[in-house]
Structure formats: structure tokens, C-alpha cells
């Protein structure tokens, strides 16, 4: 049974450009959560998906958008990326059933230049 | 507001048990987490206690929980040099909609 992917694992960009981070969740598993991991730092919420509807969001700007999946996996979109948003970005997944289980991807690992 | 706080760094020597703490503001939460976070990795679910429990124990891991005082810590016995990584307690968030309050975590140092 895979466990939560996410791709890539590693991806350099430069101040400005615009960022899209893929999740899938695991097997059986229908909402999918982002967290940014600054170094150094505990994973800081930025919103959870169900349904394909963004479910609740964490205080960060509109820049950070994403979506929903038919298949339950997700995309975290960053525009105009700041030098502050180099960070580790976790995704997490739960199910219906145990949903306050959540487990959580590798990570994408986010440099900013 | 939602805070969890833990001490930063922790170090044992292999054989003995380890306890990792943390405090956490929020008396509405509904379940607290550990997770353990190995260098470079993702965050593994190592053990979550629901908010009428006490105690939970799974294998080598014990969590305690005093709810008057909002303080959770985590009980490792006979730590291996494999546990060294960075331990991370977290809230539920009491809307119930499932975000996680996460602490600064504790880096537990293994000596051999």
C-alpha cells in the first residue's frame, strides 16, 4: 500500500516565479492537508481539501492556492515566490473513517533564489 | 489562541528511556499527536492519544496525558541510537476540521 507521494522532491526557484507541488494521498484516503516546514521550525498549516473544496485555511496570503482532485490528490500553487517561502512543503492525508489519523508525504523541498 | 511548546534538545544514552514534553494552550483539543521526523524525511504518525484518555501506551512508547495541566510527554524506553530524530507534539484543532498545531520539536541525541 503506497503511502502519501509527492513530487518533485527537490526544486529550485527564482523571486517572482510561480511554483506547482503535487500530493497524492494515500490509498483510500479522500482529504488532503499542506503544511509549510520552515527550517528549523514546526509544520505550519496552509489548508486542507475535501470534496475538492478548499475545507479551512491557515493565515497565509493569497498567493498560496491549490486544488482538488476526482482521484482525492491535490496541487499547492505559490505565486510570485519570495525568498521567505523556501521551505519544506508536507502534505498530509487522512480517511473518512479515522479521519483524525493523518500521515504525511516526504516533502517538497522549495529553495527560492 | 493555540500554542504547543517543547523544550528544544534532549540527550540519553542508548539502553536508557527518554522522555520528551510539551504543553499546549488549546483545552478544547480533541487528540494530541507525536510524530517523529528523521533528517531530510517526511513526518511519521508515531502515537495519538484522544483528550479523555490518561495514558496510551504502544510497545516502547508510553504518552501521558494531564489534561488540568495541558501537558502531554512522550516516554521512550530503551532508547536506540535509531530514535535519535526530531519528536513533534501536536493539538487537533478544536474546530474539528483536522489542521494540526504543531511545537518548535525536540531533538533527541541517542549516544551509543
Known amino acids: 500500500d503506497a503511502g502519501v507521494t509527492q513530487s518533485p522532491t527537490h526544486l529550485i526557484k527564482t523571486r517572482g516565479q510561480q511554483v506547482t507541488l503535487r500530493c497524492s494521498p494515500k490509498?483510500?484516503?479522500?482529504?488532503v492537508s499542506w503544511y509549510q516546514q520552515a527550517l528549523g521550525q514546526g509544520p505550519q498549516f496552509i489548508f486542507q481539501?475535501?470534496?475538492?473544496?478548499?475545507?479551512q485555511r491557515g493565515n497565509f496570503p493569497d498567493r498560496f492556492s491549490g486544488h482538488q482532485f476526482p482521484n482525492y490528490s491535490s496541487e499547492l500553487n505559490v505565486n510570485a515566490l519570495l525568498l521567505g517561502d523556501s521551505a519544506l512543503y508536507l502534505c498530509?492525508?487522512?480517511?473518512?473513517?479515522?479521519?483524525?489519523?493523518?500521515?504525511f508525504g516526504p516533502g517538497t523541498r522549495l529553495t527560492v533564489t | 489562541g493555540e500554542d504547543v511548546e517543547q523544550s528544544l534538545f534532549l540527550s540519553v544514552r542508548e539502553g536508557d528511556s527518554s522522555v520528551i514534553n510539551c504543553t499546549y494552550t488549546?483545552?478544547?483539543?480533541?487528540?494530541l499527536y507525536w510524530y517523529k521526523q528523521e533528517p531530510g524525511a517526511g513526518l511519521q504518525l508515531l502515537t495519538y492519544?484522544?483528550?479523555?484518555?490518561d495514558m496510551k501506551q504502544d510497545q516502547r512508547l508510553t504518552v501521558l496525558l494531564n489534561k488540568k495541566d495541558k501537558h502531554l510527554s512522550l516516554r521512550i524506553a530503551d532508547t536506540q541510537t535509531g530514535d535519535s530524530a526530531i519528536y513533534f507534539c501536536?493539538?487537533?484543532?478544536?474546530?474539528?476540521?483536522?489542521?494540526?498545531?504543531f511545537g518548535q520539536g525536540t531533538t533527541l541525541q541517542v549516544k551509543p
Open positions: 498530509a492525508s487522512s480517511r473518512p473513517t479515522l479521519y483524525y489519523e493523518q500521515y
Open positions: 490509498s483510500g484516503h479522500d482529504t
Open positions: 481539501y475535501y470534496e475538492e473544496e478548499e475545507r
Open positions: 488549546d483545552s478544547s483539543s480533541t487528540y
Open positions: 492519544i484522544f483528550s479523555n484518555m
Open positions: 501536536a493539538e487537533r484543532s478544536a474546530d474539528n476540521t483536522g489542521k494540526l498545531i
